[in-house]
């Protein structure tokens, strides 16, 4: 399932991620969504293989040898 849609600043607005679906059923996951990644374009095979391989917590953006994860938590 996928929107095409854009996205502005929003702030300290929330962005509201796995609600309702167009046909209203609701058809949400029953958890917890820890990451969450918004590119502004689509990602080619081998850049999603990359992500999935890499494991969660282990992307590193901008390529100084720490993590995301462990940036946004002590960086």
Do not use: P
């Not at 502005?8 to 958890?31: E, F, P, Y």
């Not at 293989?49 to 040898?65: C, E, F, P, R, V």
Request: glycine fraction near 16%; hydrophobic fraction near 35%; charged fraction near 20%.
């Amino acid at each position: 399932m996928s929107w095409n849609l854009q996205l502005q600043n929003l702030g300290d607005s929330k962005l509201t991620v796995n609600a309702k679906t167009l046909d209203g059923l609701g058809r949400g996951i029953n958890g917890l969504i820890d990451d969450l990644l918004i590119y502004n374009r689509a990602l080619s095979s081998e850049e999603v293989g990359q992500l999935y391989q890499q494991g969660a917590g282990s992307l590193d953006t901008d390529g100084d040898g720490l993590t995301d994860a462990w940036e946004r938590g002590y960086g």
